[in-house]
């Protein structure tokens, strides 16, 4: 029989190694630098500023809950400093810093410390840091500036940010899927070897259109669109989108009865008709309040001449009522940049 006397039973781990948690998190941050250089490269200085906050914010609500409730320092792990630089990177470069204090506090001493402290804790501090700024401040963290913008190093920067995060926009259609792109590509090539015509035009379109779309810019739905979609399309643009068409009327345009219409237009734009008729409304709606239209001249100009209605449309799309968004983003300027 074998000799069992020398087992001994115990709980993980089984397999110890000299790392410790100080070694593993510098590793991690030396990771990280890459990306943190790469957004100071698009965004400037402000990145440093946001993340640099973010992190000592972390740090000392970490040592002061420690101290308060009398148990062992450990900011010396560098784990605080991680999930510091993780938050950072999950905002928005324009978040203002006191906004990221408010997700430095609850990722450290809700989502961490009050679990038990580093590896207690059941879910990301970070992750649950953005999600709940996000719950908190729909409208600062879904928006976004636009890159190679100059934004104040402290101050809350007012007249920069311009559209939802590419994630955003590709939920609501603004981006194509690429999933979408490639089959009209391969659609645009089996033309072209059947045909021979001028369809290598489009396949350049579609083409660029890929590039466009993997490097989070938005596409011209025109690029990716059937002749018969693109005439519905047309057809909201025709007047600056202050008709207003019902599903029927839509179908009617394209010439496909109503279901086909429906799922084919899904297909293609990646949301339902009506919804994105809604959103290139608000898109609109955007860019006339910037240019100083009061509110309800604008919910006249896109259809919505009821301004309760215009503003609670506007706030489910955008995430913040029409004078809550001019305040947050600042009026176009003079020149008609945004």
């Given at each position: 029989m074998n000799d069992l006397s020398k087992l001994k039973v115990s709980s993980s781990p089984h397999i110890r190694a000299a790392n410790t948690i100080h070694q593993i998190m510098l590793?991690?941050?030396?990771?990280?630098?890459?990306?943190?250089v790469i957004g100071i490269f698009v965004y400037g200085l402000r990145a440093l500023t946001v993340?640099?906050?973010?992190?000592a914010g972390c740090v000392f609500f970490e040592w002061i809950y420690e101290v308060i409730s009398h148990k062992p320092i450990?900011?010396?792990?560098?784990s605080a400093a991680v999930t510091g630089v993780l938050l950072a990177f999950c905002l928005p470069v324009s978040s203002p810093?006191?906004?990221?204090?408010?997700?430095?506090?609850?990722?450290i001493v809700v989502v961490k410390q009050l679990f038990g402290g580093i590896g207690k804790n059941f879910v990301n501090p970070a992750l649950s840091a953005r999600a709940f700024?996000?719950?908190?401040?729909?409208?600062?963290?879904?928006?976004?500036?636009?890159?190679?913008?100059?934004?104040?190093?402290?101050?809350?920067?007012?007249?920069?940010?311009?559209?939802?995060?590419?994630l955003v926009q590709m939920k609501q259609g603004a981006l194509p899927s690429q999933l979408n792109l490639g089959r009209h590509i391969v659609q645009a090539i089996v033309?072209?070897?059947?045909?021979?015509?001028?369809?290598?035009?489009?396949?350049?379109?579609?083409?660029?259109?890929?590039?466009?779309?993997?490097?989070?810019?938005?596409?011209?739905?025109?690029?990716?669109?059937?002749?018969?979609?693109?005439?519905?399309?047309?057809?909201?643009?025709k007047n600056q989108y202050r008709d207003s068409f019902s599903l029927a009327e839509m179908a009617s345009i394209s010439r496909m009865p109503v279901e086909t219409f429906r799922k084919r237009f899904v297909s293609e734009v990646g949301m339902p008709p009506q919804s994105y008729q809604l959103f290139c409304k608000m898109?609109?709606?955007?860019?006339?309040?910037?240019?100083g239209m009061s509110v309800r001249q604008t919910g006249v100009e896109i259809g919505m001449p009821d301004p309760y209605h215009f503003s609670k449309q506007f706030k489910?799309?955008?995430?913040?009522?029409?004078?809550?968004?001019?305040?947050?983003?600042g009026p176009m300027e003079p020149d008609g940049r945004a």
């Amino acid at each position: 029989m074998n000799d069992l006397s020398k087992l001994k039973v115990s709980s993980s781990p089984h397999i110890r190694a000299a790392n410790t948690i100080h070694q593993i998190m510098l590793d991690v941050l030396i990771a990280l630098t890459p990306a943190l250089v790469i957004g100071i490269f698009v965004y400037g200085l402000r990145a440093l500023t946001v993340t640099l906050c973010s992190v000592a914010g972390c740090v000392f609500f970490e040592w002061i809950y420690e101290v308060i409730s009398h148990k062992p320092i450990t900011i010396k792990d560098l784990s605080a400093a991680v999930t510091g630089v993780l938050l950072a990177f999950c905002l928005p470069v324009s978040s203002p810093l006191w906004m990221v204090l408010i997700g430095d506090l609850f990722a450290i001493v809700v989502v961490k410390q009050l679990f038990g402290g580093i590896g207690k804790n059941f879910v990301n501090p970070a992750l649950s840091a953005r999600a709940f700024l996000l719950a908190s401040f729909a409208g600062i963290v879904s928006v976004i500036p636009r890159i190679r913008t100059a934004l104040p190093l402290f101050t809350t920067p007012v007249d920069v940010v311009t559209t939802s995060t590419p994630l955003v926009q590709m939920k609501q259609g603004a981006l194509p899927s690429q999933l979408n792109l490639g089959r009209h590509i391969v659609q645009a090539i089996v033309r072209i070897a059947a045909a021979q015509d001028a369809s290598s035009a489009q396949l350049q379109q579609l083409l660029w259109a890929m590039l466009a779309s993997h490097s989070g810019q938005p596409v011209a739905m025109d690029a990716v669109l059937s002749h018969e979609i693109a005439r519905v399309v047309d057809a909201m643009r025709k007047n600056q989108y202050r008709d207003s068409f019902s599903l029927a009327e839509m179908a009617s345009i394209s010439r496909m009865p109503v279901e086909t219409f429906r799922k084919r237009f899904v297909s293609e734009v990646g949301m339902p008709p009506q919804s994105y008729q809604l959103f290139c409304k608000m898109e609109r709606a955007k860019t006339l309040l910037r240019g100083g239209m009061s509110v309800r001249q604008t919910g006249v100009e896109i259809g919505m001449p009821d301004p309760y209605h215009f503003s609670k449309q506007f706030k489910h799309i955008v995430g913040m009522s029409p004078t809550a968004y001019l305040k947050h983003v600042g009026p176009m300027e003079p020149d008609g940049r945004a």
